[in-house]
T-cell receptor
Framework: EAGVTQFPSHSVIEKGQTVTLRCDPISGHDNLYWYRRVMGKEIKFLLHFVKESKQDESGMPNNRFLAERTGGTYSTLKVQPAELEDSGVYFC????????????FGPGTRLTVT | GENVEQHPSTLSVQEGDSAVIKCTYSDSASNYFPWYKQELGKRPQLIIDIRSNVGEKKDQRIAVTLNKTAKHFSLHITETQPEDSAVYFCAATDIFQGGSEKLVFGKGTKLTVNP
């Protein structure tokens, strides 16, 4: 099966601009997660979708971040306006089942805010 | 909330030696502990996981041990090979709460296996 895909692979934007990241989960995976790794730190949870519904968005850092998953398929994560501290690698992961269903990660989007 | 500490941050071994990476967690409710391997430029991939009702799990050259009392778990790689070089992340979560099963990660260990 095709893996989780993310677009773009890299994005360089200026502070104050807007960026939208996209994640396409594995087909049939209802659970979709967004994580972020800031340079040298741990991978941190941002939010979790079950189909099109937000199950848990406790990790979203502030209201500059907006995630959507229209129709329960692909998801977007928009950062508006971007700040320097938003730089990092944004990972998407999907899983079919709960109860420790394996979470498959995408390759990540490296975001650099200058 | 849960907090996961991972040590060491870097580890260099000779090919054929063993490597051990240790993690501690703070939340006694955590009951699922996966390990991910991320090779340079690639996505994190699950290599082994363990649930809290098991003390040890092995898969060929990789093993994970869990000590619930002490709240720590470790990854053991035997007979290391250069292709084991990567960043390894431990994680913890509660899979029975009916929630998101969000993973709380350690900061990662960069393992280098020298030929």
């Amino acid at each position: 099966e095709a893996g989780v895909t993310q677009f773009p692979s890299h994005s360089v934007i200026e502070k104050g601009q807007t960026v939208t990241l996209r994640c396409d989960p594995i087909s049939g995976h209802d659970n979709l997660y967004w994580y972020r790794r800031v340079m040298g730190k741990e991978i941190k949870f941002l939010l979790h979708f079950v189909k099109e519904s937000k199950q848990d968005e406790s990790g979203m850092p502030n209201n500059r971040f907006l995630a959507e998953r229209t129709g329960g398929t692909y998801s977007t994560l928009k950062v508006q306006p971007a700040e320097l501290e938003d730089s990092g690698v944004y990972f998407c992961a999907s899983s079919r089942a709960r109860l420790a269903g394996e979470k498959y990660f995408g390759p990540g989007t490296r975001l650099t805010v200058t | 909330g849960e907090n996961v500490e991972q040590h060491p941050s870097t580890l260099s071994v000779q090919e054929g030696d063993s490597a051990v990476i240790k993690c501690t967690y703070s939340d006694s409710a955590s009951n699922y502990f996966p390990w991910y391997k991320q090779e340079l430029g690639k996505r994190p991939q699950l290599i082994i996981d363990i649930r809290s009702n098991v003390g040890e799990k092995k898969d060929q050259r990789i093993a994970v041990t869990l000590n619930k009392t002490a709240k720590h778990f470790s990854l053991h790689i035997t007979e290391t090979q250069p292709e084991d070089s990567a960043v390894y992340f431990c994680a913890a979560t509660d899979i029975f709460q009916g929630g998101s099963e969000k993973l709380v990660f350690g900061k990662g260990t960069k393992l280098t296996v020298n030929p």
